[in-house]
Structures are given as C-alpha cells and as structure tokens.
C-alpha cells in the first residue's frame, strides 16, 4: 500500500472529500497522529484510506478552514486546492 503525506496547499478535491465524509464535523485532537519525519520535524497530521493509498495530511489551520468551508464552496473546490502530491515511503 503507498503511503502520502499531504501537505495542505497540495491536498486534492478527492482527498478534501475523503477527508469531509470521514471528519463530518472536523478532526479532534484525538484524530491527530503526531510523528518525526526522517529530517527529524515533527508531523502533525490526519489519515484518510483509499483503497490503494493511505494520505496523511498535515493539520493546519487552513486544512480546518477549508473543510468547515467545503460544503458552501464544493463547485470552487477545484479553484481551493490544487492536485499535486507529496509521496512519502517509509524506510
């Protein structure tokens, strides 16, 4: 299975979606899984599955902003978040 982190500038119409229907009312501090990354930073971040791909994506702010927002903004979602992602494997 691959394996993403996400930041949330690069976070996809279908993964913010993914996000929305598994985080219906936004994350908690319990939904939060916090890790170093290899350069020793420390990850803030939420999971969402698909069936090829388990995305990590780092909490901010704005990720919070977005997915309170996206039911009132889901024709412009294409114009919030742009389609590019991080691939990340562990070692």
Do not use: W
């Not at 394996?3 to 939060?32: F, H, S, W």
């Not at 903004?73 to 691939?87: A, H, K, Q, R, T």
Request: proline share 3%; net charge negative; no cysteine.
């Amino acid at each position: 299975m691959r394996k993403a982190i996400i930041d949330y500038k690069k976070v996809t119409p279908e993964i913010l979606q993914l996000l929305q229907e598994r985080y219906p009312g936004g994350y908690r501090d319990r939904d939060i899984i916090i890790f170093d990354d290899h350069r020793n930073n420390t990850i803030e971040a939420v999971e969402v599955k698909t069936n090829d791909t388990i995305y990590l994506v780092k909490v901010s702010s704005k990720l919070h902003y977005t997915m309170t927002n996206i039911a009132t903004e889901s024709d412009d979602l294409e114009e919030i978040v742009p389609d590019v992602i991080e691939d990340f494997s562990e070692e």
